[in-house]
């Protein structure tokens, strides 16, 4: 898979509360909202702070019974998942998994994503388009001071 992956794309950090969650990291860390987008499938609020040289994905819940909330139960908030962007998330989960690959894909950012079923070293990992354009020239690369 290395050669697949072509730049981190964000960190996922799971929450209850997006607001609470969104003070923090600007208030601590000086970390701003880029975009922020409700999901149907699954039913989540992803929110996008800018990290430079790529994003911390806030990842909230909007349904009790969903499977991140019952994931925040068991293991509060924090770390949920990192993701690379890759050339083709169908073939870089394909190279990477143990496990059949799952044959639905989702969206975030407007961008095909797709989860490795299967842990990779213990953390979970997502797969997210590549885009050249937007990840690279027209990224800057760093936060301003």
């Given at each position: 898979?290395?050669?697949?992956i072509?730049?981190?794309?964000?960190?996922?950090?799971?929450?209850?509360?997006?607001?609470?969650?969104i003070?923090?990291f600007?208030?601590?860390?000086?970390?701003?909202v880029?975009?922020?987008?409700?999901l149907?499938?699954?039913?989540?609020?992803?929110?996008y702070l800018d990290?430079?040289?790529?994003?911390?994905?806030l990842?909230?819940?909007?349904?009790r019974s969903s499977?991140l909330?019952l994931?925040?139960?068991t293991?509060g908030?924090?770390?949920h998942?990192?993701c690379f962007?890759v050339?083709s998330?169908?073939?870089?989960?394909?190279?990477t998994?143990?496990?059949?690959?799952?044959?639905?894909?989702?969206?975030?950012?407007g961008?095909?994503s797709?989860?490795?079923p299967?842990?990779?070293a213990?953390?979970r990992?997502e797969?997210t388009?590549?885009?050249y354009?937007?990840d690279v020239?027209?990224?800057r690369?760093?936060?301003d001071?």
């Amino acid at each position: 898979m290395s050669r697949m992956i072509r730049r981190l794309d964000h960190v996922a950090v799971a929450t209850s509360d997006t607001a609470r969650t969104i003070a923090e990291f600007e208030d601590r860390l000086g970390l701003h909202v880029v975009h922020s987008e409700e999901l149907t499938q699954p039913c989540v609020r992803l929110t996008y702070l800018d990290a430079g040289n790529c994003y911390i994905q806030l990842v909230e819940p909007l349904e009790r019974s969903s499977e991140l909330a019952l994931w925040l139960e068991t293991h509060g908030e924090g770390l949920h998942h990192v993701c690379f962007g890759v050339d083709s998330v169908p073939a870089a989960i394909a190279a990477t998994s143990t496990e059949p690959a799952p044959g639905e894909l989702g969206t975030g950012r407007g961008r095909v994503s797709g989860f490795v079923p299967d842990r990779v070293a213990g953390v979970r990992v997502e797969c997210t388009e590549f885009r050249y354009r937007d990840d690279v020239e027209d990224s800057r690369g760093w936060l301003d001071s």
